[in-house]
């Protein structure tokens, strides 16, 4: 009888110091949005005392500077955060990158790299995205070759977010080319590798590309020209990383899910307190309705439900259960996020009616943030395909 | 320099609390329970005077049923040193919470007690005051700033007074309590929550301590207060000040 749905002491205390060390920000929320949404200046000051409070350390064992407190740590700071209107897609990313260093690195990276994210000095984005290889990883044409201790890195990568404020990159490359493993026969996921590259290297230029989506932060075109990569900062072996990858996008995932949930609970704060003081006709408030309050009550039922499975796909995660299982549970959080996340926000849109889109009700704006959910980090699409094919068993369909 | 601080659970104070159909109490579903606001920059006090010291000890101290380890371990997780949890089933009225608090005071022996001023539950205010009658120590509540000289022996404590601040020197051991503006209380970090989990905490029952519980107060009803009418705009000064007087009587 070992189902518990309980949360922990530590959990709960973890949960309040998530809120606190966010509603230290509240009073100032004003000129935090003004420079994060308008000026897209990153805001250092909420990523410090995330820091200081031990957030990046959270997932990371006390070796490295950690607590050790697991993945589900981060899905339910990430989950507070959001559900008080801040979100921040560097801290999803970076905590994806420390968690492919933990799992894949050697222990020199792990000592090099994991105590500085833990303390919060390092900002990590990722890279895997191209122009010509979105959702198949494989197509990727960027190269790595091994030159004297060095891996030369040449191609460009697409909708890098915060490359521009990230100290270091996670990339991935082909060390064999996408033809040659074709040619040869042998496995398409076969020839990629990881690797850590410093985003001020010589030889990489960044464009920052004219996208939406999300908060405060560029995307960026990133080109690779010669860049040179000690041969020690490759992750997991040479060739094999793609096993590694795979791993690594799944704490996106749930942590996108954990955004997700914390956001809608965000909207249905705004629009139930607004349902209770808006009156129309007579002295209703217009809450009373129940074209007003049902969606409403909808968006919660499918928040709860979001919400355990995305706390399933972290506790499936730090369990280390097998990778199809954790596939399945963070793809279905992640799936079932977005569509929450979108639903949340329309319906709270639809309570304020034309204050929905004003700026000052703070909801307008996440109409792009949780419609870029169903599409990135990954699509809709690819998450029904990977149920039907891994879960399911019915064949693979393209 | 040890100093003793007193915690209670109460509901939190950003959620809205409602009366339950009975009228015996409050809706506590869903409700999120968190320490006394009040006792929260009790424990920052506690924390600061011990930094500032350099040597010290924080003991918390909670009444009330099992549940109130919560709020023990979130002080402890804040940086307290121990924690004492005194086994009740409800929370006293407040001089049975003093009694309480008068036993274990004798039985730590503190420099010093801090206190919130009052609880956010039911308000009353009166804990502080009457345990420092029961020991017979000195005691300055509502703290705006506390100094503790270097030898313990006197606290000087800045108090938020009618009108002002006023400023009195006490004789140590002394009760303290503190008032909204004395700090602003850190969050339990990370490290601080793991490490919180292996600090002792030693459960009491009233009987332990030699106390036996005797009810002065009884919860006869409660009820919500009655909800805000909405406001009126008058024409002229003379309309307001006939309302002020003649309707709302307060001049
Ligand atoms: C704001 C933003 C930020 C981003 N940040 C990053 C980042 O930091 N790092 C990074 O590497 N990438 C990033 N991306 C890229 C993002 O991960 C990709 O856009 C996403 O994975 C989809 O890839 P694509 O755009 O190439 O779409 P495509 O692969 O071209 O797909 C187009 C459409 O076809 C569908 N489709 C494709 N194949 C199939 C199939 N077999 N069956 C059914 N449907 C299919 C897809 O689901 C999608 O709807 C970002 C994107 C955006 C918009």
Same mark, same amino acid.
């Given at each position: 009888m070992a189902l518990d749905f309980e949360l922990s002491e530590e959990q709960k205390l973890l949960k309040k110091t998530a809120r606190d060390v966010i509603k230290q920000f509240e009073p100032k929320r004003d000129e935090l949005r003004e420079k994060v949404?308008?000026?897209?200046?990153?805001?250092q000051e909420v990523w410090d005392a995330l820091a200081q409070a031990g957030f990046f350390g959270s997932f990371l064992p006390p070796e490295y500077g950690?607590?050790?407190? *697991?993945l589900l740590a981060m899905a339910f700071a990430v989950e507070e955060m959001s559900a008080l209107g801040f979100g921040n897609a560097l801290i999803i990313l970076t905590t994806m990158d420390a968690l492919c260093i933990l799992k894949n690195g050697t222990e020199e990276l792990k000592k090099r790299f994991l105590p500085k994210i833990a303390d919060g000095t390092y900002k990590f984005c990722f890279a895997v995205t191209e122009a010509d290889a979105g959702t198949n990883t494989?197509?990727?044409?960027?190269r790595a070759e091994k030159k004297n201790g060095y891996y030369v890195i040449n191609g460009s990568k697409t909708f890098i977010t915060g490359a521009d404020v990230a100290d270091y990159m996670l990339l991935v490359t082909r060390t064999i080319s996408y033809k040659e493993v074709v040619e040869k026969g042998?496995?398409?996921?076969?020839?990629l590798s990881l690797f850590i590259v410093d985003?001020?290297?010589?030889g990489i230029t960044l464009h920052a590309l004219p996208?939406?989506?999300?908060? *405060?932060m560029n995307q960026f075109t990133v080109f690779f020209d010669n860049v040179e990569v000690p041969a020690?900062?490759?992750?997991?072996d040479e060739n094999a990383g793609s096993m590694a990858l795979f791993k690594a996008l799944n704490p996106e995932r749930i942590l996108a899910a954990a955004s997700a949930v914390g956001l809608s609970e965000y909207c249905l704060n705004i629009a139930v307190n607004y349902a209770q003081e808006r009156k129309v006709?007579?002295?209703?408030?217009?809450?009373?309705?129940q074209a007003i309050q049902h969606p409403l009550a909808e968006v919660k039922i499918h928040q709860e439900a979001v919400r355990l499975l995305t706390y399933k796909a972290a506790w499936a995660y730090d369990k280390e259960l097998p990778p199809v299982e954790v596939g399945a549970y963070t793809n279905m959080a992640k799936y079932l996020g977005a569509e929450l996340a979108i639903m949340a926000v329309d319906k709270a849109i639809e309570t304020l009616g034309?204050?929905?889109?004003?700026e000052d009700y703070g909801l307008a704006h996440l109409w792009e943030v949780v419609r870029l959910l169903r599409t990135a980090p990954i699509s809709k699409e690819m998450i029904l395909n990977y149920i039907s094919e891994h879960v399911l068993g019915l064949p693979r369909s393209y | 320099m040890k100093i003793l601080v007193t915690v209670k659970r109460v509901p939190d104070p950003d959620m809205k609390v409602r009366v339950n159909a009975e009228g015996?109490?409050?809706?506590?579903?869903?409700m999120k329970f968190v320490i006394n606001p009040f006792d929260e920059i009790a424990v920052e006090e506690g924390l600061r005077i011990k930094e500032k010291k350099g040597e010290g000890e924080v003991v918390i101290v909670a009444i009330g049923p099992s549940v109130v380890q919560e709020q023990i371990r979130a002080a402890l997780a804040m940086g307290a040193d121990r924690g004492i949890h005194v086994d009740v089933d409800s929370y006293p009225d407040p001089l049975n919470t003093a009694k309480l608090l008068k036993a274990v005071a004798e039985k730590e022996a503190p420099n010093i007690v801090i206190m919130g001023k009052?609880?956010?539950?039911?308000?009353?205010?009166?804990a502080g005051q009457m345990l420092a009658a029961m020991l017979g120590w000195a005691q300055a509540t509502f703290a705006y700033k506390v100094e503790i000289a270097d030898d313990n022996s006197k606290a000087t404590v800045t108090r938020e007074v009618d009108g002002g601040l006023e400023t009195i020197e006490i004789d140590l051991p002394a009760v303290v309590t503190a008032d909204l503006r004395l700090n602003e209380p850190r969050y339990a970090s990370l490290p601080g929550i793991m490490k919180a989990k292996t600090k002792p905490m030693d459960v009491f029952k009233p009987a332990d301590l030699g106390v036996e519980l005797s009810p002065?107060?009884?919860?006869?009803r409660m009820e919500e207060p009655p909800p805000r009418k909405g406001g009126i705009i008058v024409e002229t000064v003379d309309e307001l000040l006939d309302k002020l007087r003649n309707e709302a009587k307060v001049i």
């Open positions: 949404m308008k000026r897209k200046e990153f805001p950690g607590t050790g407190m *697991g494989c197509r990727i044409k960027t042998l496995p398409k996921a076969y020839g985003t001020k290297s010589k996208t939406r989506g999300i908060e *405060g020690e900062n490759l992750v997991g006709f007579r002295d209703t408030p217009i809450g009373q309705y034309g204050n929905g889109f004003s | 015996t109490g409050i809706v506590e579903d869903n009052q609880a956010v539950d039911d308000d009353y205010g009166q002065v107060l009884e919860l006869v």
